[in-house]
């Protein structure tokens, strides 16, 4: 009797961990999922952790981050990147100008855009884009393949949408929504309303990355299905019927608070620490 009560709760967690919403770009958009960074099967809401003083809780997670976002990684790292603190080898080396020995996730949460809590409470300055998606324009990609960060051989999904009444409050061309920083794989995060809702989007329900734009016929397409119910076949999704409204942020997974000040975070040249 007492292993199959263990076996029900170890199947009530797991269905637990896969419902969890994660924020793109650490989700399944990118063929990312909990156990790619929780390797401690029962304790998955806990791990990664340790008892233990050397290493520390940072250096073991910050180790975690560094496996995809380190200079030789498949995930975009940006070099000198508060004091190099995302290569956890490279935390505590004298040695590198402006080290100041902070964990990742002291800055960023790696489940969830956080700013988009603002969506809700204090909008302004939150949307560098915002705009609606056109009914009838909408359409999923068959499957893409691609080498994954472990080198297997990984499929993935794009869907375009058309975007229409555009208010920009960014200094930059809609240009580089796909590449925000002139690198590539770093695309603005799209915050999508349900299907139908048009207005501001105060209560985002979905996030995705913007991988490339087409001015000339306003679409952009994002990694990922977007509200797609037939997942094993292409074509259109909901917004095809019913449309929506956007919002695009800067994205990095920032916190909306940090050292316990609440932080808005609307691109690198224009950060708010509110209260203070």
Known sequence: MGKIVLIFWMLLLATQANATIVDAPHNETNNISCGDCHSYSLWWRYSPT???LSPTHDTIVDDICAQCHKPDGCAPVYPGHSGAAMIAVQRHNPALPDDWSRGCTDCHNP???DQL??????ADDLYLVTGDIQQFST???LPITETGCDGTVQEYYTTQLRYMNVVSNWSEPNASWPSKNG???RGLILAVSEPGVTGPVTTPVATYEIISIDESFQNIVVRGKVFKEDPENPGPNRYTMEGGSFGLIYGQLIR??????PVKFFDPNRLRVIGV
């Open 50 to 52: 340790t008892s233990s």
């Open 139 to 141: 359409f999923v990609s």
């Open 111 to 113: 489940h969830q855009q």
């Open 117 to 122: 809590h603002w969506a809700n409470t204090n």
């Open 256 to 261: 909306d608070k940090v050292n316990n000040s």
């Open 183 to 185: 690198l590539p794989g």
